[in-house]
């Protein structure tokens, strides 16, 4: 699957933490990564596979495999949840994909 090769190839540290959380979905754990960057590498990444055109002729958006992402992120603090990060993150997830798909959305609790 590409999208897995790929995000393997971009998320390269230690610390970087990729999974799969149901069928097309995936979620990228990046730790001392600030917001910009975050949202730089999350750009990447949907550049890297639109170069790959990647033939998909099972999608009813897009004869190309494609990919929306949805940022956020904190400081880790006493209120801070796993959860509520992951909840901000899908909400901008499908900011994307409401938008078009094919992009990336900061969840605007994060905005840089």
Known sequence: MASVFLLKKRFTRETDVVARTGGEEFIVLLFDVSKANAL?????L???LRLLAIPHEASPQSGV???SAGVAS???IKDNSPDELIRKADEALYEAKAAGRDQVSISPDSRA
């Open 46 to 48: 949907v550049g890297d």
């Open 74 to 76: 904190f400081t880790p």
């Open 65 to 67: 495999v494609s990919v």
């Open 40 to 44: 730089k590498l999350a750009n990447r």
